[in-house]
Every structure is written in structure tokens, then in C-alpha cells.
């Protein structure tokens, strides 16, 4: 899930379509949820061998709970390993239907909330229960990767690794 498909809303997006491009290039049938697309969008996926499917909602806005809502489920059953960006999707997991094969989850962490303040406002309440939700996620996950050193280990998470960037030493 992303707000909008390519490089225009920046961060998770970029991460997200970069991995989509990049796991269709590995000849992966890659499906991409975003909110809204335009047909230039559409035209770039296809390009890339990424199937793009939206909500209809406004990308003004990153996504929320009530966004989830509008996925339909029906669309996504058939898929095989389910990869998800921190807490919203974990309600997309949580209502994912169930039945058939089991799927397989990829959790990316990308902030810890109990150590920032990423929205800016949250309170100690709202940051305990981001945290918990998090916590929650990665024992979803089959598989957690984190951007930063020590961060899945500061969640308690086992089955987990770190993206090194290009600039990170080895």
C-alpha cells in the first residue's frame, strides 16, 4: 500500500515503488494499492510489469483507517506474500480474509513511535499504543526488515534484518 504510485508524495512511496519496479524486474507479479493513480501512472506500472489497483480516495492524505475500508479484499486473495509498511497495514492484515493458503507477511519498520515523535502531536497514550501496535505487527510478520540498526532488536523482534544503504559501511 502507498499513497500514490512513483515519487511525487516522496519516503514511503519512493521506497515502494522502487521495491515494486524491482521485484517485477525479477519477473514477481508485484500488485501495488495505492489511493488514487492517473492514467500516466497507470501507463508507468504497466511499463514496469506492476499491476496498480486504488481505492478512489483522495492522495492528499496519507492513508487511514477508514481508507483500509475501501480495499477489496476480493482483489488481493489470490497473493502469495503480503508486503507491508508499519502499522496501517497491520489493519489490512487484520482483516485480510482468511482461508486458502497461509500468506506470507514482509513487515518494513520504518520510525520506532515510543522513540519519536513522528507525527508531531502524539501523546504519551497515542505513542504507547502505536508502539503496541508495532509490537503486534512484528509478531504478524514472517519476515521484519528495519532501515536502521538495532531497530526491529528495540521491538523484540527475532526474524529480522536491516536495509543497508549504499552508504552504510559493511
Known amino acids: 500500500m502507498a499513497t500514490a504510485w512513483g515519487s511525487k508524495h516522496g519516503g514511503i512511496n519512493v521506497f515502494n515503488y522502487r521495491m515494486c519496479r524491482g521485484l517485477a524486474a525479477l519477473g514477481h507479479s508485484v500488485i501495488c494499492y495505492v489511493k488514487e493513480y492517473t492514467t500516466g501512472d497507470l501507463d508507468d506500472a504497466q511499463k514496469q510489469g506492476v499491476t496498480l489497483m486504488a481505492i478512489q480516495r483522495s492522495a492528499d492524505r496519507k492513508w487511514t483507517l477508514e481508507d483500509v475500508g475501501y480495499i477489496k479484499y476480493g482483489e488481493v486473495r489470490e497473493i502469495d506474500v503480503l508486503v507491508v509498511h508499519d502499522i496501517l497495514c497491520k489493519t489490512f492484515l487484520d ?3 482468511t482461508g486458502g493458503s497461509r500468506k506470507l507477511v ?3 519498520i520504518h520510525t520506532l513511535y515510543r522513540e519519536t515523535d513522528y507525527f508531531g502531536d502524539l501523546s504519551d497514550d497515542d505513542r504507547n499504543a502505536k508502539d503496541a501496535a508495532q509490537r503486534e ?3 504478524m510478520a514472517d519476515q521484519a526488515v528495519a532501515q536502521r540498526e538495532g531497530q526491529l532488536q528495540r521491538l523484540g523482534g527475532s526474524r529480522s534484518e536491516t536495509i543497508r544503504s ?5
Open 166 to 170: 549504499k552508504h552504510q559501511a559493511s
Open 106 to 108: 514482509a513487515a518494513f
Open 137 to 139: 505487527l512484528m509478531k
Open 95 to 97: 482483516h485480510f480474509p
